[in-house]
């Protein structure tokens, strides 16, 4: 279902978006350097295709005969059309090969396979003017270009250019048309059979093309058979699972155009298409991604769009009813792995979507974002807070209990206490003291116990509230806010100065998996932060101190032996509630350690 999908989706963008995706023989590929020459062969300029992309260059996405795969020792045989990379096209040698005449058997396998879709060159003066180029071979205006070491090490494509011309030669009409016609021929060594796309009989492809995700080899599919004990019946390869040529070339594009513009966390790349134009389809990356730096609002508008489209009446439209998809792909060895697969109306989803956040809403501050992007939320729970230690396969599991309306999966509770606990006493390199209860850590800790609860007990909506709840009395919320408002008292005996560690550095990992074993402790030396309260400028604010220490406190009968780990999280957001609670615009103090 999933190829079908894609492959219906690759006919439908040729009907409403005629020219947005390649036509059939057509691929989209990264050309870095063009060769501009005139009729007769002669090399004009050395033109730089690139642009700036992050901190690199990359090549512009020109549209070109498609590639096939070229792998071992025989891959200097395989050329491209009138298009490759400069080994092939420019005859250029890697820096450390040692046949010197590898050169020449690459670029003679270009030209021969110039010479096959066009036996006669002069047909079109595109085509001409690069096989006279070839004939000629004068590198000399190439290898003095300033481009010449770049084009060298580059491992992307080079084309060719007719002076005068916009386009490239591989893009001139009479090429386009040439290739279409080797498309749609039917060769006597094809092997013909039913599709199982589309049902229909014709050649099927033995190899698909390279549909590769982040982090996969260039040559990953998403079809493949790489292995003898992976075939049966006697079928190689791709004929184990017979797709005619046409729905192959369909779903690949399809994959690949989608690709370019996925939701990329962790491992896992994620896809989204609708059976038919949809609003959802347009800004479902913007509203679980990263703000673009472009566009720094693009996550809260998408989000703030697709709440008002609910609330509009979108499950009863016709754009409601359409039905979407989503793929979560991630580099598995030669082949790609599906992480998850997910059909469901557009209305399904749009609510789903709106539930998860509205289960990730919590207090916050008004220099932060009203809605967290997925990788945000991910990345909170990772060592360091680096992308490439969010766990495997995590990414793709909470996108999935997203989608489904499921339970996030444990492992993701697991690791946002695990980080909390770790970074209890965190510090930047100035010494100023970090949050281990962060915005994104405690929005995710609430969705995760907000959701085990709704699906366990459908009557209750939502456990943990958005800002303090002094009506919650689960006994591990109690204790958060309990050992909030301890370490708030140390931190106003000690004022005006400004404390360098407080109980949380030394004793959160503690007070939060077995409270019996320090809360004692804990009041005690409170009890001594109080009585120096007393005595200074801020003695009001130890009754304040103490009435708050009363009223969390009346709801615990016994401190606990220890806390499980659902119950660590509802400390860690009742910690969280009650230290904002004390930062409200009212209140004077500054919010250091909110």
């Given at each position: 279902?999933?190829?079908q ?30 060769i ?38 025989n ?12 080994r ?53 205006k190439i290898?003095?270009?300033?481009l010449?070491?770049e ?64 982090k ?8 493949s058979?790489n ?95 359409t ?30 979507i ?99 609860t ?41 004022r ?9 550095d ?24 109080l ?38 999280g ?25």
């Amino acid at each position: 279902m999933i190829l079908q999908a894609l492959q219906q989706y690759y006919e439908r963008k040729t009907v409403e978006s005629p020219g947005e995706l390649p036509p059939y023989g057509y691929e989209d590929q990264a050309i870095e350097f063009v060769i501009e020459i005139d009729k007769d062969g002669d090399v004009v300029q050395v033109a730089d295709n690139r642009f700036q992309d992050g901190s690199g260059l990359v090549g512009k996405l020109e549209r070109v005969p498609q590639p096939v795969d070229r792998t071992g020792q025989n891959a200097w045989k395989t050329a491209f059309l009138l298009w490759d990379h400069p080994r092939y096209a420019l005859g250029l040698r890697y820096k450390d090969e040692s046949d010197d005449k590898m050169g020449m058997r690459r670029i003679e396998s270009f030209r021969q396979r110039i010479r096959y879709s066009f036996p006669n060159t002069t047909v079109d003066e595109g085509v001409s003017a690069v096989w006279q180029f070839l004939e000629k071979m004068d590198l000399t205006k190439i290898g003095s270009s300033a481009l010449y070491d770049e084009i060298q090490k580059t491992q992307k494509g080079v084309a060719f250019r007719l002076s005068g011309d916009i386009v490239l030669v591989c893009q001139r009409p009479a090429v386009q048309g040439r290739v279409a016609e080797e498309f749609a021929v039917f060769d006597n060594a094809d092997i013909t059979g039913p599709c199982l796309i589309t049902g229909n009989i014709g050649p099927v492809v033995e190899l698909h093309r390279a549909t590769p995700v982040p982090k996969s080899k260039s040559t990953a599919k998403i079809v493949s058979y790489n292995e003898k004990a992976y075939e049966s019946y006697g079928k190689t390869q791709g004929l184990n699972a017979c797709v005619g040529r046409p729905a192959a070339f369909a779903y690949t594009t399809a994959l690949n155009h989608l690709l370019r513009r996925s939701l990329r966390v962790g491992d896992a790349a994620t896809i989204f298409w609708a059976t038919r134009h949809s609003d959802l389809e347009q800004h479902i990356v913007d509203i679980f991604g990263e703000p673009r730096k472009d566009n720094p609002d693009s996550n809260t508008r998408a989000v703030v769009a697709l709440y008002k489209s609910v609330d509009a009446g979108l499950l009863n439209t016709p754009e409601g009813n359409t039905r979407f998809y989503v793929l979560g792909l991630a580099p598995n060895a030669a082949r790609i792995a599906v992480r998850f697969w997910e059909v469901a109306t557009v209305a399904e989803l749009a609510v789903r979507i709106c539930q998860h956040f509205d289960d990730l809403a919590i207090v916050h501050r008004d220099s932060e974002p009203p809605h967290l992007s997925l990788f945000r939320l991910l990345v909170s729970t990772a060592t360091l807070g680096k992308a490439d230690n969010i766990p495997p396969n995590l990414a793709g599991n909470v996108m999935s209990s997203i989608l489904t309306g499921l339970p996030y999966p444990q492992p993701l509770l697991t690791a946002a206490v695990r980080r909390i606990r770790a970074e209890q006493s965190k510090k930047e390199k100035n010494g100023k003291r970090l949050p281990n209860v962060t915005y994104p850590r405690a929005a995710l800790i609430k969705a995760y116990i907000n959701r085990v609860t709704r699906h366990t007990n459908p009557d209750i909506k939502e456990e943990l509230k958005m800002s303090l709840d002094e009506s919650n009395t689960n006994v591990g919320y109690r204790l958060g806010r309990l050992f909030a408002v301890l370490e708030k008292i140390q931190e106003d005996s000690a004022r005006p100065a400004k404390i360098n560690a407080t109980i949380r550095d030394t004793s959160y990992s503690a007070a939060s998996a077995t409270p019996v074993s320090v809360f004692s402790r804990l009041i005690r030396l409170s009890n001594n932060h109080l009585s120096k309260l007393r005595k200074g400028e801020y003695a009001g604010m130890a009754v304040i101190r103490e009435k708050q220490i009363q009223a969390v406190i009346e709801g615990i009968s016994d401190f606990p032996a220890s806390l499980s780990l659902a119950d660590q999280g509802r400390f860690a957001i009742g910690y969280y509630h009650q230290r904002n609670s004390f930062f409200k615009k009212h209140d004077n103090d500054s919010p250091e350690g909110s």
